[in-house]
C-alpha cells in the first residue's frame, strides 16, 4: 500500500521561505506516477499547487508559479516543495498526493498544517 | 482558468435519503476530465469518481457520477452516516487544475 507523509517546520516567517519533504514509502517514486503537492487554507477549499514526474519537469499553478519550486530525490524516495516569500496568506494544510498523467490525485498524505506568522 | 461552481453550499439530509450534488464549469471540461473527492474533518480528501462516472478503487456503488460539458452531478443512493462529510470537484482537463469550493453534506 502505498503511504506518504509530509515533514517541515509547522511555523514559518513572513517574507522567509516555506520547505516541505514529502516521504513515500511501498512505492518506488521512480518507477512511474506523478506527485503533487496541494494546499487548503483553514476552513476553505482546495488548491492545486504544482506536479512533478520523476524523470521531466515540473509544472506549477500559474498564480504560485513565480514563488514555487517542487523537486524531487529518487535516492531518497522523497520530494520536496519551496515556496519563498510566504504571507499570512499562505497559512494552510499542505497535502502531498500521488496522480496518474492524469492529474487525477489516489494517495494523499496526511496533511501539514503550515502557519505563517512572526 | 476554469472555474467550478458547486451547489448546493451545505444540504442537510437524513441517512436513508438520496443526494443530488452539482457541479458547473464555467467551460467546457474536455473529455470529462472530472473528479469528485470526499473530505472528512481532519482528513484527507477521498478520491470517489474519475472520468466524470467512473468509481475509483473502494469506492461504494451507490455513489455515482454524471454529466459532461459544463454540467456534472454527484448522486448518492441509500445515505450512510459515513457518507456525511465535504465533497470537492475537480477538472484536470486544463491547467490549472483546480478544485470547486465544496458541497457540505450534513445530516438533518
Known amino acids: 500500500q502505498v503511504q506518504l507523509q509530509e515533514s517541515g517546520p509547522g511555523l514559518v516567517k513572513p517574507s522567509e521561505t516555506l520547505s516541505l519533504t514529502c516521504t513515500v514509502s511501498g512505492y518506488s517514486i521512480s518507477s512511474s506516477f506523478y506527485w503533487g503537492w496541494i494546499r487548503q487554507p483553514p476552513g476553505k477549499g482546495l488548491e492545486w499547487i504544482g506536479t512533478?514526474?520523476?524523470?521531466?519537469?515540473?509544472y506549477y499553478n500559474p498564480s504560485l508559479m513565480s514563488r514555487v519550486t517542487i523537486s524531487i530525490d529518487t535516492s531518497q524516495n522523497q520530494f520536496s516543495l519551496r515556496l519563498t516569500s510566504v504571507t499570512a496568506a499562505d497559512t494552510a494544510v499542505y497535502y502531498c498526493?500521488?496522480?496518474?498523467?492524469?492529474?487525477?490525485?489516489?494517495?494523499w498524505g496526511q496533511g501539514a498544517l503550515i502557519t505563517v506568522s512572526s | 482558468e476554469n472555474v467550478l461552481t458547486q451547489s448546493p453550499g451545505t444540504v442537510s439530509l437524513s441517512p436513508g435519503e438520496s443526494a443530488t450534488l452539482s457541479c458547473r464549469a464555467s467551460q467546457s471540461v474536455s473529455s470529462s476530465y472530472l473528479a469528485w473527492y470526499q473530505q472528512k474533518p481532519g482528513q484527507a480528501p477521498r478520491l470517489l469518481i474519475y472520468g466524470a462516472s467512473s468509481r475509483a478503487t473502494g469506492t461504494p456503488d451507490r455513489f455515482s457520477g454524471s454529466g459532461s460539458g459544463t454540467d456534472f452531478t454527484l448522486t448518492i443512493t441509500r445515505l450512510e452516516p459515513e457518507d456525511f462529510a465535504v465533497y470537492y470537484c475537480?477538472?484536470?482537463?486544463?491547467?490549472?487544475?483546480?478544485f470547486g469550493l465544496g458541497t457540505k453534506l450534513e445530516i438533518k
Open positions: 498526493a500521488r496522480s496518474g498523467w492524469d492529474l487525477v490525485f489516489d494517495f
Open positions: 512533478i514526474y520523476h524523470s521531466g519537469s515540473p
Open positions: 475537480q477538472q484536470y482537463a486544463t491547467s490549472p487544475y483546480n
